[in-house]
Nanobody, 119 residues
Framework: VQLQASGGGLVQPGGSLRLSCAAS????????MRWYRQAPGKQRELVAG???????AYGDSVKGRFRISRDNAKNTVYLQMSTLKPEDTAVYYC??????????????WGQGTQVTVSS
């Protein structure tokens, strides 16, 4: 199983960006999918999460500005980021809790995508 994240880049404050993360491989089902971020010198923090039923949760710092969604048919999770602030600058990582075709649960991480908010 592999996770491939994309969509990062440089954006001005107040702008928007959409991240995507696609899971591939021998996947039976995916329970939770999440986005985390890590800024230089800081610990990795949870940004948003979504389970297979569609229920979502957000970190306090992004509530009302970010929206997580998923396409179960494509094994893909998205993060729509709006009203971006310089403090949103970080490497964003996707995570998935996967049941593979052999019936084994595992935690998988994407490679990270850089988001820089700056004028």
């Amino acid at each position: 199983v592999q996770l491939q994240a994309s969509g990062g880049g440089l954006v001005q404050p107040g702008g928007s960006l959409r991240l995507s993360c696609a899971a591939s491989g021998s996947i039976s089902s995916i329970n939770a999918m999440r986005w985390y971020r890590q800024a230089p010198g800081k610990q990795r923090e949870l940004v948003a999460g979504i389970v297979s039923s569609g229920s979502t949760a957000y970190g306090d710092s992004v509530k009302g500005r970010f929206r997580i969604s998923r396409d179960n048919a494509k094994n893909t999770v998205y993060l729509q980021m709006s009203t971006l602030k310089p403090e949103d600058t970080a490497v964003y990582y996707c995570y998935a809790d996967v049941l593979d075709a052999a019936g084994v649960y595992g935690d998988y991480w994407g490679q990270g995508t850089q988001v820089t908010v700056s004028s």
